[in-house]
């Protein structure tokens, strides 16, 4: 682990996003409201944030965080869902994986949640979309750095 003791507490934050594509009926069934298992953008929503708040349990040499604000949003697409993250803490370290995390396990919760009626489900463009706080400022995924 990576040793942060002499780094200032600043407040951070950080912003992620991914897709998840659908097959059209599946679509439907979350639209409709008629998921058997009940509403995923919802349980998607929870399992997000509660992801981010388990991300040291989960990544190998994470640090733990205090984390002072975990969002999760889900917006429709015409294949399927964006789903945001934002995260943020007052620390000495970043909350990057934190809102990576997030955006994971809600695009695998929906899976999880459709999986019965949709098993070719697409899960990508998993990123870091922006960045605030500590020595190294600001960052902003720019246009080229979309595809690599």
Known sequence: MVDVGDKPVTNREAVARGEITLAPAALRLIRRGAVAKGDPLQAARLAGIMAAKQTAAIIPLCHPL??????VELTPTRRGYRIVARARTSAQTGVEME?????????LTVYDMVKAVDKEMVIGDICLVEKRGGRSGVYRRSDRSKRR
């Open 99 to 107: 809102a990576l995390v997030a955006v994971a396990v809600a695009a």
């Open 66 to 71: 205090p984390l002072t604000h975990v969002g």
